[in-house]
């Protein structure tokens, strides 16, 4: 897959382009070691911001929540909201300085990057799965190879152009785009498969 492939989209009215005056950084998803909440928590202290934690806990990640995240709650600068609705996410992610994105797997895609930017919220993501297909450094987001550069992305989350993030999930990563490229992939696949005539 390219760099300019489109794996998702969403409505481009969906979310809109928001401030991220809420002072906070944001993580958004499941509670699963995979997702990696305790990194996020871990930077977001070192960094000095306080951070909000909208996730479920499903049954199976019951005990990685217990041992791994619930203790680092206990300290200051963490906020665990729980799971929210789609429309909460618009003020959630919007407010946001940016979204940690701290995962530990090959993420297929990662819906909630795409929220992100189309909030005009940046996204702090380390390099697995789609990650380096989703984020382009510095235009909606920074990858990061480990805590140390993370805490050192927070610090320019606050000068970061929301109106360009929005703009790239405009160009890229709408439900619209997302149809144009499949239609094309398509036609392509077609026209190497379809039977060439002999003359």
Not at 71 to 93: Q, S, T, W, Y
Not at 94 to 111: K, Q, R, S, Y
Not at 118 to 137: R, Y
Not at 166 to 183: G, I, K, P
């Amino acid at each position: 897959m390219t760099r300019q492939a489109t794996c998702g989209g969403l409505p481009r009215d969906l979310l809109r382009l928001r401030p991220g005056t809420g002072g906070y950084l944001a993580f958004l998803g499941r509670i699963s070691p995979e997702k990696r909440a305790d990194r996020a928590i871990r930077i977001a202290r070192r960094a000095g911001i306080p951070l909000k934690i909208a996730a479920k806990i499903e049954p199976t990640d019951r005990a990685y929540f217990e041992a791994q995240v619930k203790p680092l709650l206990d300290g200051p600068g963490v906020e665990f909201v729980g799971e929210i609705g789609e429309h909460e996410k618009a003020e959630f992610l919007g407010n946001a300085l940016a979204l940690l994105f701290p995962i530990d797997w090959p993420e297929p895609f990662g819906v909630v990057m795409i929220e992100a930017m189309a909030c005009g919220t940046p996204v702090i993501a380390f390099p697995c799965g789609s990650v380096p297909e989703v984020v382009v450094d510095g235009v909606n987001g920074w990858i990061v190879h480990d805590e140390h550069a993370a805490v050192a992305a927070v610090s320019n989350a606050q000068a970061f152009d929301r109106a360009a993030c929005r703009r790239h999930f405009e160009e890229r990563f709408t439900a619209q785009r997302m149809a144009t490229d499949y239609v094309a992939s398509y036609h392509a696949l077609l026209s190497a498969t379809a039977p060439r005539r002999v003359a």
